[in-house]
């Protein structure tokens, strides 16, 4: 197992010292830190919570899906993981997985059962393979959205867009968004009103941006505005949402990288810094105060003043 557990305290190694400007944020709490719980993955992403308190995250070249407990253990949860990306827990508990194209059985976005075995959601569209499915978010009627970009080689497309899908049943799948260049993070409101999805095309003026879609009764996603544009540098990768609906994207690279915190409006109001690129985030904690973010090789964690917003679980 390449993954180990880091616990150090001071400031730089296991605790990060937080920029004084992050710290004027009514979100970021003042003397806030930034706690590295694990590192040593070659690539971590997808962290997920669920109600006991332990994280799950995908370390995707690896193909496995790592778990830390709430006791602070590290262990590998499942290998091989279909090539594991975005995860997250639905409604009964049941983790989801956005499944890469890195794995034979990869392209899918499947589901484990509570009794250990695998449901497949999805595989395909018009009878085409999905390109890679990266992220996904859930609404309040337990729809399942995700975004379906392509990293890497392209010569095994099937479909003609890198789109936004919707499941609304197993095997019923929608195509929801197709004006994007390559959506990888997303996230739903509350209110199940608006659908936030990264524009992330890493190739030369490719598209960086944050782009906030009006979810309309029918079900159709109408492109509202783009709420922030991260050109030229590395666009938003992951993304969650809290009770309030700002937005809380991990972007950027170097001594830029972090976790962006958004106000619906497109307002930034709020940043945390990560020693690493940082690739995702997820809820946790009893309160949902707990945020948890993957960076590079790692899993970092901090309290925030704000409920972050999950069907699952709920906050105590």
Same mark, same amino acid.
């Given at each position: ?9 001071? $400031?730089?190694?296991?605790? *990060? $010292? =937080? ?17 590295? *719980? ?81 449901? =497949? *959601? ?31 080689? $392209? ?37 199940? !009103? ?15 941006? *944050? @782009? ?13 505005? +783009? ?60 309160? =949902?105060?707990? !945020?948890? @973010? ?15 917003? =999950? +069907? ?5």
């Amino acid at each position: 197992m390449r993954c180990r557990r880091r616990s150090f305290l001071a $400031a730089g190694l296991g605790w *990060l $010292a =937080l920029d004084p400007v992050m710290a004027q944020s009514p979100i970021v709490p003042e003397g806030a830190r930034l706690e590295k *719980l694990a590192g040593g993955c070659r690539f971590t992403e997808g962290p997920a919570c669920d109600a006991a308190g332990n994280v799950y995250f995908s370390d995707n070249p690896n193909n496995r899906i790592m778990l830390y407990t709430r006791g602070g253990e590290l262990r590998v949860w499942k290998q091989p993981a279909r090539s594991a990306n975005g995860m997250m827990f639905d409604r009964q508990g049941r983790l989801i997985t956005c499944n890469a194209q890195n794995a034979p059985d990869g392209r899918t976005v499947t589901r484990y059962e509570r009794d250990g075995s695998v449901t =497949l *959601l999805a595989s395909h569209y018009q009878g085409k393979r999905f390109n890679s499915p990266n992220d996904l978010c859930i609404d309040r009627h337990d729809r399942i959205y995700f975004t379906d970009p392509r990293y890497g080689a $392209a010569d095994d497309l099937e479909q003609d867009r890198r789109a936004v899908y919707r499941i609304d049943r197993p095997g019923e799948v929608v195509r929801v968004i197709d004006d994007v260049e390559n959506p990888n993070g997303m996230a739903i409101t509350p209110d199940n !009103l608006t659908l936030y999805v990264a524009d992330n095309n890493p190739a030369p003026g490719g598209a960086r941006t *944050l @782009i906030a879609y009006d979810i309309r009764p029918d079900g159709r996603c109408v492109r509202r505005k +783009v709420l922030h544009d991260f050109s030229p540098s590395r666009g938003i990768d992951g993304m969650r949402v809290d009770v309030a609906g700002n937005v809380y994207a991990t972007a950027e690279t170097g001594p830029r990288s972090g976790v962006y915190i958004f106000a619906p409006d497109g307002k930034q109001i709020g940043f945390i810094p990560t020693p690493e690129d940082a690739t995702n985030c997820t809820w946790g904690g009893p309160d =949902l105060k707990t !945020l948890y @973010i993957t960076a590079g090789t790692s899993l970092y964690r901090i309290r925030l003043d704000a409920q972050g917003y =999950l +069907v699952y679980p709920r906050p105590r």
